[in-house]
């Protein structure tokens, strides 16, 4: 598994531009988002533990991105495997499934946590974003078991391109919704009243909750950590379990090969 | 870990079928290999060769009959291990890496050690003498070369059962030369080669025809 993320350490450092681009990507992000806040100023919004909007919203960026790696890197990657013919090469070595599915997942993953502390650093440094509160172990609890309960949803994205090949798309348009009703970008109680319940039930909202809090208060973000943790232990063997019936469905049609 | 069957074959087909849909590709393939066969397989363009490798490498599932690589079925971890492809060679390396970096990804892949790995692959740059094109990387590489470092991949550690692609088709005399070469070197190895080219052939123990 460890020499799947060092290859695709490789392979990204290989684009050098892109894979600094890519870096600071976020920081565009939070550029926008300041100066949004700076217009409007102060909201009534409840934004959780969050100080001010700005706040509030710099910590969705840096946990969405966590979140998309977590959840589409592996669709995209497998989607590359397809398109560049290596994935039948990969599959075709003694590697278990579980080994194929959190091989590739395991680079964007890592890159996106690092990006996820790169921008709240920025944010810290030159927005205004106060960290004085924060519980750093708090911080790298939930960014770390985020991205593994998440990391269930890319599996099952991996599976779906393993048998529909453009599963990919679909993979990016659910974890922004997921985002968008779980709180990432704004706070859950500006939803419609309809919504408002399916945002309470996302994984990500704990995500979003518990970041908040390890952040601006330093404390509460126990609970967040523990749900993400159970959802991890369900989802994550469910979604090894179907990319591996994928992977037998493709072997068997003989479309490991084809994109 | 055994490499062979109880009747001491490396690899054992009984009543192989593929179909894709309605067409059907291989029909009733019984084919057994021991340790140091060579074998071709051969058959015009569309009669199946690379179809059957593919299933002995477990990419592809039979549609019918079994496959065994040594005691396990075809596809199944035990048998990736014992098993060394070389298919399709075009597509199946990662074309920004250098042709090392590849070697050295799918050599830690199978032994996990590091230096382990590190030490497959120096020897089969050596024995193919890829120094001087293993360090480009694979998407500046010709045709020829990259069918070098399939074999050197398919080689690393020395599988017990080889399966070999038109092996030969981009190689230029010498290149051929170190491939046979090697094989010669590998006297336990199970060898099968899917081919039409009559050099490969002749270099082989036993030919089986595939219908079109």
Redesign the interface.
């Known amino acids: 598994m460890a020499a799947v993320v060092r290859r695709d350490y490789h392979v990204a450092r290989s684009y050098r531009l892109p894979f600094v681009l890519d870096l600071f990507y976020g920081v565009i992000n939070l550029v926008v988002f300041f100066f949004i806040s700076r217009t409007f100023g102060d909201t009534a919004a409840d934004l959780d533990a969050a100080p001010d909007y700005f706040s509030f919203a710099a910590v969705g960026i840096a946990l969405m991105i966590v979140l998309a790696a977590a959840s589409t890197g592996l669709a995209a990657r497998i989607r590359e495997e397809q398109l560049t013919g290596t994935l039948e090469a990969l599959v075709a070595q003694p590697l278990t499934t579980t080994e194929v599915a959190l091989g590739l997942a395991g680079f964007p993953f890592l890159f996106a946590i690092v990006r996820a502390g790169f921008y709240i650093l920025v944010a810290a440094a030159f927005m205004g974003l106060d960290i004085s509160e924060t519980d750093w172990i708090g911080f790298a609890s939930v960014l770390l078991v985020a991205g593994v309960a998440l990391s269930g949803l890319g599996v099952l994205f991996g599976a779906l391109v393993l048998l529909v090949k453009r599963g990919e798309v679909l993979a990016g348009m659910v974890t922004t919704g997921m985002g968008l009703v779980s709180g990432a970008f704004f706070p859950v109680s500006v939803l419609p009243d309809w919504l408002e319940p399916l945002g309470a039930i996302m994984p990500t909202r704990f995500a979003f909750d518990g970041l908040r809090d390890a952040i601006f208060r330093g404390e509460g973000w126990g609970g967040d950590v523990l749900a993400l943790t159970g959802f991890a232990t369900l989802s994550l063997p469910l979604a090894i379990f179907v990319f591996h019936e994928a992977l037998r469905h493709a072997r068997r049609t003989g479309s490991l090969g084809q994109y | 870990m055994s490499a062979v069957t109880t009747n001491g074959a490396v690899l054992s087909i009984r009543g192989l079928e593929?179909r894709?849909g309605e067409h059907e590709v291989i029909r009733k393939l019984d084919l057994s290999l021991g340790p140091g066969e060579r074998v071709a397989l051969w058959g015009p363009n569309g009669s199946g060769k690379t179809?059957v490798l593919?299933c002995i490498?477990?990419?592809?599932?039979p549609s019918g009959g079994e496959i065994r690589v040594g005691p396990h079925p075809a596809?199944e971890?035990?048998a990736?291990?014992l098993?060394g492809?070389s298919?399709?060679q075009?597509?199946?390396?990662?074309?920004?890496?250098s042709g090392h970096?590849n070697l050295l990804?799918?050599a830690?892949?199978?032994f996990g050690d590091e230096r382990e790995a590190a030490r497959h692959v120096a020897a089969v740059e050596e024995e193919f003498e890829l120094g001087e094109f293993a360090p480009q990387?694979v998407d500046r590489c010709s045709s020829g070369m990259i069918q070098q470092l399939g074999l050197g991949r398919a080689l690393l550690g020395d599988p017990a059962l080889l399966l070999l692609d038109e092996p030969t088709k981009s190689l230029d005399a010498a290149a051929r030369k170190r491939l046979w070469s090697a094989l010669e070197r590998r006297p336990g190895t199970a060898v099968l080669m899917a081919t039409h080219l009559e050099e490969d052939l002749a270099r082989c123990g036993e030919r089986v025809q595939l219908p079109v």
């Open positions: 593929r894709f179809t593919r490498a477990g990419t592809i599932a596809g971890l035990e990736r291990r098993v492809a298919l399709s075009e597509r199946s390396f990662y074309l920004r890496l970096a990804f799918f830690r892949v199978r990387r």
